[in-house]
């Protein structure tokens, strides 16, 4: 865990020094290099894990934000006979179950960080104007209805038990 950690501080520090010197060469006057010029940061294997796992549980976050919404709770509390505590404390149990289904689902369909971004970023698009979709949306659809459907099956079974 320790060196998951270090890892990532490492990524994060060169990602946040390859930006300031950008930035630094900017303020100086000097022009950025053209897009098409950028430099390639080569990235290790245990980097790219990192980042894909980062991206997976910010997919599953996003969604479970969205499955969660409270438009989609009112509907979920419909005919059920419980009192609003029991309802709420069963809902913070089932809001972790149906996330932690999510991200493993999509950390076991997801081979790269690359997928693991591009369905992020469709999540987000619809949530968010300023977010365009991925042309590779499509890449990656499968992988998620497969999830989602998984875990939407799992919710009256949580649901049932975490109420008894």
Do not use: H
Not at 30 to 58: F, G, M
Not at 66 to 75: G, H, T
Not at 133 to 161: H, N
């Amino acid at each position: 865990m320790q060196k998951v950690f270090i890892s990532t501080l490492g990524l994060l520090f060169l990602l946040a020094s390859t930006d300031l010197v950008m930035a630094n060469t900017q303020l100086k006057g000097a022009q950025a290099p053209p897009k098409t010029a950028q430099r390639t940061i080569e990235l290790s294997d245990a980097q790219l894990e990192i980042l894909r796992q980062r991206e997976v549980a910010l997919a599953a976050k996003l969604y479970t934000d969205i499955a969660f919404s409270p438009q989609n709770m009112r509907k979920m509390r419909e005919g059920l006979p419980l009192s609003e505590a029991s309802f709420q404390a069963a809902l913070k149990t089932l809001r972790l179950r149906f996330s932690a289904c999510m991200e493993s689902g999509f950390e076991a369909r997801l081979d790269n960080a690359l997928s693991a971004q591009i369905l992020r970023k469709t999540i987000q698009s619809t949530q968010s104007a300023s977010v365009s979709e991925p042309k590779k949306a499509r890449s990656v659809m499968p992988a998620f209805k497969a999830t989602d459907a998984y875990c939407a099956g799992r919710i009256q079974a949580w649901l049932a038990s975490a109420i008894e």
